[in-house]
């Protein structure tokens, strides 16, 4: 069975809002490049696959964008090539080598888990909250900023059920961001 990821960045005040934290450089890039390298699937709601398609799809001239820089092209390439699965209720179809889940969410997502591979990692702020209280996330990987924001969306905010957690690895940039994974020390209900 290949273990469910969510990764995230998250400021210390908890807020998950893509643009509150540091913006990214070197470091951090390769860090998030050879996350996905281990991922063989990435499930993500509506609104996370529209905005990292937006930012990280290769355009159809197959040269990236300008405002990219070379440091962030494994990473784009990284995700670009990786196999997407969308859970949403709205879209009526996806590219960008991504399939719509439809129908029972812990069902669809346990039948995602029990295929073969490394790993299938979700981003975002809604899914992943779903996700936790079905007691589905395999591992939790927060990118702790040092940063107050004061404002936004906060980490799994309305979770149902507490979930304790044991910190499994931690790694620090220099920019001061810490790499903290966790394992859920018992099943979340």
Known sequence: MRPLRY?????????????AGLPPDEESMRYWTAEMKRADALLFGRVTYEMMESA??????G???????QWEIPFAEAIDATKKYVVSGTLS????NAELVRGDLKQAVQRLKQEPGEGLFVGGVTLPLALADLGLVDEYVFLVQPVLAGYGPTLLAGLRERIQLALV?????????????????????
């Open 56 to 61: 990280w799809r290769q355009p159809a001239t």
């Open 93 to 96: 179809g996806v590219d960008w």
């Open 7 to 19: 990764s995230i960045n998250v400021t210390l005040d908890g807020c998950c809002d893509h643009e």
């Open 63 to 69: 040269t990236w964008p300008d405002w990219m820089g």
């Open 169 to 189: 690895d931690r790694h620090e940039f220099r920019s001061g961001v810490v790499a903290l994974r966790y394992r859920p020390t018992r099943e979340a209900a």
